[in-house]
């Protein structure tokens, strides 16, 4: 039975093939990249120039929010 065998041999190439091909590709490309969430967190705006500054990261100055240093001593004096 010729055809059989080479029937056969048919299928162990595709497969080998399918196997290099899951091999070969990247497998990071596959995975959702994990991003921070930034848009869950609070946005406060400076007060002097107007910016919005997440929370985490503002500047508070007698209950006032300033992106910086500069703009809270700009906006006191
Ligand atoms: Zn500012």
Request: proline fraction near 5%; charged fraction near 20%; charge should be negative.
């Amino acid at each position: 039975m010729i055809l059989l065998r080479l029937i056969i041999l048919l299928a162990i190439v595709a497969l080998l093939m399918w196997l290099l091909k899951r091999l070969f590709s990247d497998p990071e490309q596959a995975q959702e990249p994990q991003r921070p969430q930034v848009t869950s967190e609070n946005m406060r705006q400076c007060k002097y120039c107007g910016v919005h500054v997440p929370e985490s990261s503002i500047l508070r100055i007698d209950d006032q929010y300033y992106c910086c240093q500069e703009h809270a001593d700009l906006d006191q004096t």
